[in-house]
Structures are given as C-alpha cells and as structure tokens.
C-alpha cells in the first residue's frame, strides 16, 4: 500500500518490468532523485507493457517481492501493486499516471524513463495527457541511444533529461547469466538473488553468489 501524504511533495514514478530490478535501476533512481530532490521514489511492475505483449514474463507477484527485497532499507523508496492488480489488461502508463495523481493530488509528479523509452513517446497512447499530469524525466543508460534536448522527442515542453552513471546492467544479461549459472554478484541486491534461486525463476542455479 501506497503512502499517502498530507503535504506537498515531490514525487518519481517508476515503472518497468523490473524482470529483475538490478543495481541498474537503483543506480538510476538514487541519481534522478538527488538531482530533482524528490521525496519519493515509487517503483510499479508493469502487469503486461504495451511493447511486450508477445514476451514471456515472470509472475507479477515473484517481480514484486524482488523490488520490495531491493528497497526494503531506502525510506525513499516504494513498490505498488497498482498495475499488477489492475482490471486493465495491458499497462497503459495514462492510467498509472491517472492514479497516481488521485493518490496525491497536491504533488508534483515525475515520470521517469528511459532513453530507449524517450524515443517511442510520440507512439504512447494518451501522452497529451500524460505530459499535462507529470513531468517526464528522461535518463540515460549503457548501451541506450543518447538524448541530446528536451525538445526533438515531443511538442511538449514538460520533459527534463538527466545524465545518470553508465552501467552496463541490463535484466536479460542477468537472465542469460543465471540460466547459465553464471555469476551476477553485485549486479542484483543479495536477498534478490537468494529469492531467484530459492523460487527458480531463470533456470536452476548450482551456486549461490555471496558478497564479501
């Protein structure tokens, strides 16, 4: 459950598949919330991504648990269930986005993005109304094409972008890596590692990592 707050605030929006969160994505959150002064990050696991309606997915609820074990000691940071127990077939950020401003409705909210993700907005249903709602954040990650202005990605002026470290993480390399019993130490949160292999979510793995 969401936290509601009684004053103004400053809110991140997260969303992805988070399949599964890695120090990637916290890097990338803890950077844009310095840089914004946000008082919150709120991750929400997308249920099924408009992009990705013909890909296998793990389980909601196992994508869930593993953001919540990734966060669970940052007082900035929050996880939703609202897309994953949403009625909505398919995870359409407008109504995220719709929530999320009725959970606050005297916040200031952000969207954060991706590079990748920057580029395919002219293509996002309801995105007229999406940038009247929040201020999109777009951040650059390894490998992901670079944003060069605030301006060429939409004839909106509410988008910020905002230079996060490189790091070369991505969710299917973690994947690949598991499935191949191949270390990922210090490419996941521990816990998050010992959850994937307890629940055998990319393959059965022979040996546990362990950070010294």
């Known amino acids: 459950m969401v936290q509601l707050f009684t004053q103004k605030q400053k809110i991140g929006i997260y969303g992805g598949t988070f399949d599964p969160i890695h120090m990637g994505h916290l890097i990338s959150a803890d950077c844009i919330r310095d840089e914004l002064c946000l008082d919150q990050v709120i991750f929400v696991p997308a249920k099924v991504p408009p992009h990705k309606r013909s890909k296998n ?13 990734s966060i669970e000691n940052n007082p900035h940071y929050q996880v939703s269930n609202f897309e994953l127990d949403s009625p909505y077939e398919i995870s359409f950020t407008w109504y995220t986005v719709q929530y999320f401003r009725n959970q606050y409705p005297d916040a200031q909210l952000f969207l954060l993005l991706g590079a990748d993700t920057v580029l395919d907005l002219p293509n996002w249903a309801f995105i007229r109304e999406i940038c009247q ?25 509410n988008i910020q972008i905002i230079n996060t470290p490189s790091v070369d993480i991505s969710a299917t390399m973690i994947r690949d890596r598991i499935t191949n019993n191949q270390s990922v130490s210090y490419m996941v949160n521990n816990r998050v590692l010992e959850y994937i292999k307890e629940h055998t979510l990319y393959g059965k793995m022979e040996t546990m990592d362990r950070r010294g």
């Open 133 to 157: 709602e929040c201020t999109l954040v777009g951040f650059q990650r390894a490998g992901e094409v670079k944003l060069e202005s605030e301006t060429q990605y939409l004839d909106c002026q």
């Open 57 to 69: 997915i793990t389980d909601g609820h196992h994508r869930y648990q593993m953001i919540k074990l």
